[in-house]
């Protein structure tokens, strides 16, 4: 499900993945935690290996980056 690496050549993990195509996209790390039973901290770090990777500074560009891509779960 690495979605993201489909549309601009960086690799992202699976989790970051699903991150990406959450139905809420501004879902706090802790409801995204809960969503894919991990921890907070593991989101945090998930979120910023994501910024770094795609050279984004915040989750406003990553979700107009996902609805640029057309991400969705389907």
């Keep these: 499900m690495s979605l993201a690496c489909r549309y601009c050549g960086v690799e992202v993990s699976t989790t970051g993945a699903q991150m990406v ?3 809420e996209p501004n879902a706090t790390s ?3 935690g809960e969503v894919l039973n991990i921890s ?3 989101v ?3 979120r910023n290996n994501i910024y770094k990777k795609l050279d ?3 989750q406003t560009e990553l979700i107009k980056l ?3 891509w057309n991400l969705s779960e389907d």
């Design 66 to 68: 996902a609805l640029q």
């Design 30 to 32: 802790n409801q995204i």
């Design 21 to 23: 195509v959450m139905p």
């Design 56 to 58: 984004i500074t915040g």
């Design 44 to 46: 945090k770090v998930h």
């Design 40 to 42: 907070t901290s593991t």
